[in-house]
């Protein structure tokens, strides 16, 4: 008898891996085993069905399991990886110090940055953290008035490229600059004011503006923030240098060197002064004293009409508040006014009317 063996792939699953075909005569093969399997097995028959469905079970196992597999071999790669790397080596003080140095270099850089290195367009934009706390570095772009003026902020100065690096300049044109500065008020001083809301020029405020503008326009200032006030301004203590004085870059305050030059007058109102310290208070009265003394600016005809016909600004305002409103141009009080009078003089004649039909 001879045996001839058929060998499977050992990807089936079912045992056995091979079977023998028992030819007993010359020409007996494949046919002689289905046959004898027919004759002697009665459940040949389900048995063929029981292996066609494995076969067709089968053909469908791989299709089904192969979003598995591939997951399961992307985690079995990526252990792989991570248990291959020798984690022990970092460690090592050699490595283990670099990496705490670099980590800890990035961090304070990322800090300092948001802290100084930050640009602030505005003087709505300043946190209220930074009030009282922090000054403000930039250069004046304009002046608006004998007390105020616009500062684009640079951060960092020259040491961190502003006017010297291509990407650092500091905008020159109107529509550059829009939204882009902060609008500080000068803190504890009042200057006589521009025309401005439909109201006349107070005397002396064109003085007052073009000395400021001379002093400040287009040179580095550092500007304490005090508070923000009712005009989108923000209230601060100003700084400057220069390269002229004596000594050379002496910090000089904005506020009190107009008070030295009777240019303003120390602020007086009931609510909204701010001076930042009673030390700077009462430097900033001594300063108006000595300019009165002298007879500088606004105080030249202060002693020769021994006070009288004098006008501060902030007594100006008060009487611009009530005679010209703002939103109102300048002739519609005295038409109220003259509505008012009229008025005044009915209601007179009503009165005495009644009085006389009363008697």
Known sequence: MNLSCAEFPETLPEPPTSF?????????????????????????RSGDSRRSKDESAQSLWPLSTSTSTSTSSQYTEWNSILNSFNWSQLKEPGNLVPTILLTGGLLFVFDVHRRFLRRIPEATNISPSLLRRRSLFGRVTSVGDGDNFRMYHTPG????????LPWKKVPTSRKELKDRTIHIRLAGV???????????????????????????????????????????????????????????LRKRDVSEEMLKRGFATVYE????????????????????????????????????????????????????????????SPGKPEVEESRGLLALLRDRLFSSRKKNNGS
Not at 24 to 39: E, I, N
Not at 157 to 164: C, D, S, T, V
Request: overall charge positive; some cysteine; glycine content about 10%.
């Open 20 to 44: 023998c075909l028992t030819t007993g005569k010359p020409g007996m093969g494949w046919w002689s085993l289905w046959s004898s399997g027919s004759q002697t097995d009665p459940e040949g």
């Open 157 to 164: 100065g020259r040491l961190a490229g502003w006017g010297w």
């Open 269 to 328: 109102a009931k609510t909204g002064v701010e001076f930042g310290t009673k030390e700077r208070e009462a430097r900033y009265r001594e300063a108006e004293t000595v300019a009165k003394n002298r007879k500088q600016g606004l105080w030249k005809d202060f002693w020769r009409k021994k006070g009288n016909n004098f006008e501060s600004p902030r007594e100006y305002k008060t009487r611009m508040g009530l005679e010209h409103p703002i939103g109102t």
């Open 190 to 248: 009042d200057a006589p004011e521009l025309a401005h809301f439909g109201r006349p020029a107070q005397p002396f405020s064109h003085e007052a503006h073009a000395w400021l503008t001379s002093y400040l326009l287009n040179r580095r200032v550092r500007a304490h923030v005090l508070r923000p006030d009712q005009y989108r301004r923000v209230i601060a203590t100003v700084y400057v240098r220069n390269w002229l004085d004596f000594p050379p």
